[in-house]
């Protein structure tokens, strides 16, 4: 059975094909269209896929939407929306809306939806609506290879709920309990990169890399009166702070929090010690609301395992914090803990639901090198049409160590590109993490960014232990966590290293990426160290590179010293 999965709510639309139970394509819509978090039907992503894997229209069995816009109609009566519609097609949404309401009000489970269309030939046309955090929770679950697990999604809202947690056994799912909107540590958490001068859904993680530079104890007492426990021990948002039902206005606080917290930040103002310090206190408020949650979960699980989804899990420096729990053996965050990733999570639900045959194989489900690859002749067909210099190499990872070495910044652009937001030695730019002046360069030269943004230490597996504390233990492929470095060997590395000792790390094995294994390798073999500098192949405010032509072009407009795409090495 052939299933593409769709996600067209909130940031980053996106398409994944699942075949039999196998992931064979994933996407984002703006990696295609070069528009930075392109929020729109996928339907460019949904034709590349197609393209790619041979199949038409016409071969696909079943559409899975991760969004069930059934659970809003049976929440919320909107007669003008229902008795006067202005085109005929609304009335798909118009009818259920006049009926789902006079249900059972207490019927608590809107799982999914299906439509379906019938044509000629006995051809079917079905789309299946998953709700919005089932497919956060299928996503981490049947990725994670656990035969059963507690499972947690936390992020700003879904269809009418925050967060759920539940259990996953024998390929199914079951929620257990929910949070309504508008009471969202997502939200809250928005709302604070909103103060700060941020977009809210796009750059959260810009805030917590903020909050290293911070003290929390200025303003902790402060943060904390946004969002609390209620009795039940689950938060509740004091609305009060709060203007994110106004879609229409600039910000998302009200005047209370100005009077809380002061003028907020405008985005093009300079970043005080004050803006550092409030990001410190709702890191914190954000790790202890999550904390206690998992708390609350594990008392009422006798489970060894436990699967995190949801926008919030891309916090690595909270996931790091969940991991030091130790309340869980087991815990698995996949690549893509965000709404990108319910494109694949509907996709695996639909099939463990309706493919019969489907053979999950959490081995290669894991994989996040789901996108576009490449080969040597189609790159090359590129770099003519363009009248690009280049010489064709064999050994691509020593030459690409020794540019590193020798203080150059590389565009590595090899193999299928990535899924998610984070570069995992696919579309990359690398650099020698042991010159302290290449963080700032980087942002300033190449990236055009804040200079207290952080880069990732992507180290050999193997070497972990040596750099890392508790790094036998430590197993973080996609950059999902934050861990302290030793602070014997952190003045080895200083351009991987943040404020607070720790760095965003990416594992890197051999059986998952040969060739970005290799080039450290060669890297460590040259100078010792088994860590190279790993950020996303992009310009800010632009998405990460997916074809040739992108990679020429980020290349030629930034700071970027080398170019290596496929056995193509090009130089300024």
Known sequence: MKIIGIHNTGVTSSCALVENGKLSFAVAEERITRSKYDK???????KKCLKYSKLDFKDIDIFAVGWNPAKNIALRTRPGFSEWVSYPGYRFSSNPNNLLPNLNREIKEYEHTLQE???KKNKKLKIVYVNHHTAHLAHAFFLSGFNKSDLLSIDGYGEASSFVWGRGNAKKIVVDKEQEYPHSIGEFFSTITSFLGYTAYKDEWKVMGMSAYGKYKKYYS????????????IFLNDLNYFNYFNFDSKYRFSNSLIELLGEPREKNDKIIQ?????ASAAQKVLEELVLNLIIKLSKKSKNNNLC?????MMNSVLNQKIHDLKL???IYIPYSPDDQGNSIGAALWASNMYDKKNKFSSKQLKIPYTGREFSNFEIERQLKIFKVKYNKVSNIAKIGARFISEGKIIGWFQGKEEFGQRALGNRSILADPRKSSMKDKINLAVKFRESFRPFAPAIIDEYKKDYFVNGEKI???YMERTEKFIKKVANKVPSVVHKDLTGRLQTVKKKDNKIFYDLIDEFRKITTI???????????NEPIVGEPKDALRTFFTSGLDVLIIGNFVIKK
């Open 222 to 233: 402060k943060i904390k009166k946004l969002i609390k426990l209620d009795k039940k021990n």
């Open 530 to 540: 088994p860590i190279i500098l790993n950020t996303s192949f992009n310009l800010n």
């Open 274 to 278: 004050k803006h550092f310090d409030i």
């Open 117 to 119: 269309f019938n044509f």
């Open 475 to 477: 197993n973080s492929n």
């Open 328 to 330: 869980y053996k087991n």
């Open 308 to 312: 995190l989804s949801g926008g919030v």
């Open 40 to 46: 729109y039907f996928p339907i460019s992503s949904i």
